[in-house]
């Protein structure tokens, strides 16, 4: 009875590790939000919306995100760039504080904007690619 009672705390606990490390980091809401509330970026709002994975918005389909350069496209190099990860990462695990939120969406936005006025090796930028509806990034 005992081995029964250790045996289920113990698959309790992995199956608690696997669902967090399947968790999506909270980026992609940020960024949702960030463009639903620009009427100018109505149709890359929708695009982004109807992707499958909001993660191909800055990343490349498929690469090891752990390595170096994250797997990132030249959108999410952009960005990247310009993000303040450790600051947004505090301000988002404290969250439930006001403050916190409004400067972890501060931080993600100050990032999106900045990389949206840089142009890819096309000679557009960003920001012109998105309202037209266009995901900004290469993936290939």
């Not at 490390?21 to 980026?27: H, K």
């Not at 090891?64 to 960005?79: E, I, P, Q, R, S």
């Not at 990462?89 to 840089?118: F, G, Q, R, S």
Request: glycine share 8%; hydrophobic share 40%; charged share 25%.
């Amino acid at each position: 009875m005992k081995s029964g009672l250790q045996l289920s705390v113990a698959a309790a606990l992995v199956l608690g590790m696997a669902a967090s490390a399947w968790a999506l980091p909270p980026v992609p809401a940020y960024v949702g939000a960030h463009y639903k509330e620009k009427p100018e970026y109505e149709k890359f709002a929708a695009a982004y919306a109807a992707q499958k994975s909001k993660c191909d918005t800055c990343h490349v389909p498929g690469a090891d995100k752990k390595k170096k350069g994250h797997g990132l496209n030249d959108f999410g190099k952009a960005v990247h760039d310009h993000f303040k990860h450790r600051d947004f990462t505090a301000a988002d695990k404290a969250k439930d504080n006001p403050a916190e939120a409004a400067k972890a969406k501060e931080l993600i936005a100050a990032a999106l904007v900045a990389a949206e006025a840089e142009k890819n090796a096309d000679g557009k930028t960003f920001g012109e690619l998105m309202k037209a509806g266009q995901l900004p990034g290469k993936n290939n």
